[in-house]
């Protein structure tokens, strides 16, 4: 059975496009760039072209395009590299909403004697401007802030943050892991310093992504070995993996009207189609811009983790804030930072759509769901019973 | 993914008894929705004391169902007395095994039939602070809990507390007291244990060394005599009496009846005295 696949973010199928792009690299083409022969030179023109490539996709030059292993490295050389390049600045500026892999780095330098200011969000998963302009300070290194949020799908304004982080003179970074293919980029006109990307997020394989170094911005590489990527990023280049990059940033720009008008009216049709059908739910973040491909919907008094065991028999994936299914005990730090109360957050599924969801997909869900939704509620000592339910919880306050 | 037992995936997926029960004799309630799960169990139970019917009504994940699912067919058939006995783990152990980061949810399964059999003999359900101190706070753990659970299964980690009980799962603020509490229910259980079968000879040798010197020697001193510890094999402990209770006609009652006794009561119930001659 082919499964309804509703978990883009978190990773993608490669593009088929993209896929025999990749592979005489993985085959006859196996030279090595730094080479030099012209077997292993004739690969660097490639690794060449998919630079180009990338740069094109985001509006930026080449040469400010760094080739790295993934979206989490991309993330932690930027950081780094900005604390090491102004020692005498301890404090960064971030959000309770990051994705773990600027959130657990920030949570590990405050461990080292770094100062971390770690700004909230609203019911909507919004972030107060305001807010951020007072957590600036002279001795702010860096602020590193997502574009949208991997879970609840919710866009920061990123162009009026790049204003007020950028007039105080303060490097920006931001995570574009989730953005990237599903929001137009121009980093022509959006004036961050550096900017991660992530390859399985949008159809290249996993285990290559980028970071973007505005030029002129202090770097010190975070591996440092050999000269590759001009001496900012060393170990020989994934090239295949790269190759494919360059292809699928290229495939996302071309197709990027797609996900905000087919993709992004399935994505509505199943949210409108699940609130109706069922009762006491709602979208996670629903106030807020989002992007087209991300639906988080609560559903009241029941938990996660049996939706999605019960969704996976019908071959539907997808995946879900609540804390069972991660082998931690709370709901997710995205839902809990936005004040989802505990009702709904358990049981929050994220569906994440791309350019490959079909229709029959959609339908899948909406067939399928409100029947799971609805045998579950039968099973709990909550459902439909609020005074109970509030009764019932002896040790915590709603 | 969670690797499942099939027990745990039928279970959950055709759980036993599910749905509310009219007129219970008796009803048990556990968890809360900010904990992300909760169980209330009912039970019917006839004059002589016999379970005859058990529904339940859980919220939370796979294995919150499949525990209560399979906590209710336990129960049926059994009297009062025998389900008394009933522990999470042998909810785990039908189940065929739960992942450790799930154990909790046969806790919770334990926890709301100690509940409902309360509810039953006219006791009032416990408070949460009336079980003992309320030691995490984000999941409503008491240190009773913490205890009970600890020496049930034989804990050894904060993790396993966490993994069985939830407490530290939060915050973490708790954590250095879940530490504190651990060590010192594992101390009581190494004192207490029966058999010494979870003691590991280390443990054992250097408890009874603890006793003997801290109790037992003092005590000969005070007549001027004294003991050597020789030798420990299992629960076989050789001493050599010295000083004056060398010779002294109540030598024997003095290692049968102080020592041997002492060390029984301390160490192991087992320990056996046996006396070289110096
Ligand atoms: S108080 Fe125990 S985890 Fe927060």
């Known amino acids: 059975m082919k499964p309804a696949y509703l978990d883009n973010n978190a990773t993608t199928r490669v593009a088929p496009e993209v896929l025999s792009a990749m592979l005489p690299f993985l085959s006859e083409q196996y030279g090595n760039p730094s080479s030099m022969h012209s077997f292993g030179g004739a690969v660097g023109g490639h690794l060449r072209e998919a630079r180009a490539r990338v740069a094109r996709g985001l509006s930026c030059d080449p040469s400010e395009i760094i080739f790295t292993s993934c979206g989490t490295e991309s993330d932690n050389a930027a950081i780094r590299s900005a604390l090491e390049s102004q020692p005498e600045k301890r404090h960064i500026v971030t959000t309770r909403v990051e994705h773990p892999a600027v959130l657990s780095l920030c949570q590990h330098l405050e461990t080292k004697g770094y100062e971390v200011t770690s700004l909230g969000v609203d019911e909507e998963g919004r972030l107060d401007l305001e807010e951020l302009e007072k957590s600036l300070r002279k001795d702010t290194a860096i602020v590193s802030v997502m574009y949208a949020n991997n879970e609840t799908g919710v866009v920061f304004p990123l162009p009026e943050i790049a204003g007020i982080v950028k007039s105080r003179g303060v490097l920006l970074h931001t995570d574009a892991v989730q953005a990237v293919g599903k929001l137009p980029i121009d980093l022509s006109k959006l004036p961050v310093d550096f900017l991660a990307l992530s390859g399985h997020k949008l159809h290249a394989p996993k285990g290559v992504g980028v970071l973007y170094v505005r030029k002129g911005t202090p770097f010190r590489p975070f591996l440092v070995g050999g000269h590759q990527e001009h001496g900012r990023r060393a170990g020989t280049e994934n090239t295949a993996s790269i190759v494919a990059l360059g292809r699928a940033v290229e495939l996302a720009t071309e197709r990027i009207g797609e996900e905000n008008t087919r993709v992004r009216a399935q994505r509505d049709r199943l949210e409108r189609g699940l609130l109706e059908a069922v009762p006491d739910s709602r979208i996670n973040g629903g106030g807020a811009e989002r992007l087209p491909n991300t639906l988080s919907i609560a559903f009241k008094y029941v938990e996660g983790e049996a939706i999605l065991l019960l969704m996976d028999r019908f071959g539907i994936c997808a995946s ?41 997909d959609v339908d899948l869900v909406l067939k399928e769901l409100p029947p799971i939704i609805a045998r579950l509620r039968a099973l709990s000592p909550f459902s439909g019973k609020e005074g109970e339910a509030a009764a019932f919880c002896s040790t915590h306050s709603h | ?78 009297t009062v007395a025998e389900a008394e006995k009933l522990t999470n783990k042998d909810i785990a152990a039908y189940l065929g095994g739960l992942p450790k980061e799930k154990m909790h949810c046969s806790v919770m399964g334990e926890e709301a ?19 003992g101190r309320l030691v995490c706070k984000c999941f409503g753990v008491t240190e009773e809990t913490i205890r009970r659970a600890i020496r049930e299964n034989d804990l050894k980690t904060v993790e396993d507390i966490t993994n069985f009980t939830k407490a530290g799962g939060g915050c973490g603020e708790c954590a250095p007291e879940l530490e504190e509490i651990l060590a010192d229910e ?48 299992g629960t076989k402990v050789v001493v050599s009496l010295r000083g004056a209770c060398v010779g002294c006609p109540s030598s024997q009652l003095t290692l049968k009846g102080l020592v041997e006794k002492r060390l029984q009561e301390a160490v192991d119930p087992d320990i056996r005295i046996e006396e070289v001659r110096p």
């Open chain 2, 1 to 78: 993914m969670w690797e499942y037992t099939d027990k745990v995936m039928d279970h959950f997926l055709n759980p036993r008894n599910a749905g509310e029960m009219e007129n219970p004799s008796a009803m048990g309630e556990v968890g809360s929705l900010a904990c992300g799960d909760a169980l209330r169990l009912f039970l019917k139970i006839d004059d002589t004391g016999v379970i005859q019917d058990a529904k339940f009504q859980t919220f939370g994940c796979a294995s919150a169902i499949a525990s209560s699912s399979v906590l209710t067919e336990l129960l049926k058939g059994k």
């Open chain 1, 320 to 360: 879900s804030g609540s804390a069972c299914t991660s082998g931690s005990l709370e709901p997710s730090h995205v839902l809990r930072a936005m004040g989802v109360p505990f009702t709904f957050a358990h049981g929050s599924i994220r569906f994440s759509l791309s350019r490959y969801t079909t229709d029959a």
């Open chain 2, 186 to 233: 594992r101390a009581r259980m190494a004192s207490a244990a029966p058999g010494g079968k979870r003691m590991t000879n280390i443990q054992r040798v250097m408890l009874v060394t603890k006793v003997i010197d801290e109790e037992i020697r003092p005590a000969l001193k005070k007549d001027g005599g004294d003991i050597e510890l020789v030798d420990i094999e």
């Open chain 2, 113 to 131: 039939l100690a509940a409902a059999l309360k509810n039953w003999r006219g006791e009032a359900a416990p408070a949460p602070a009336a079980e």
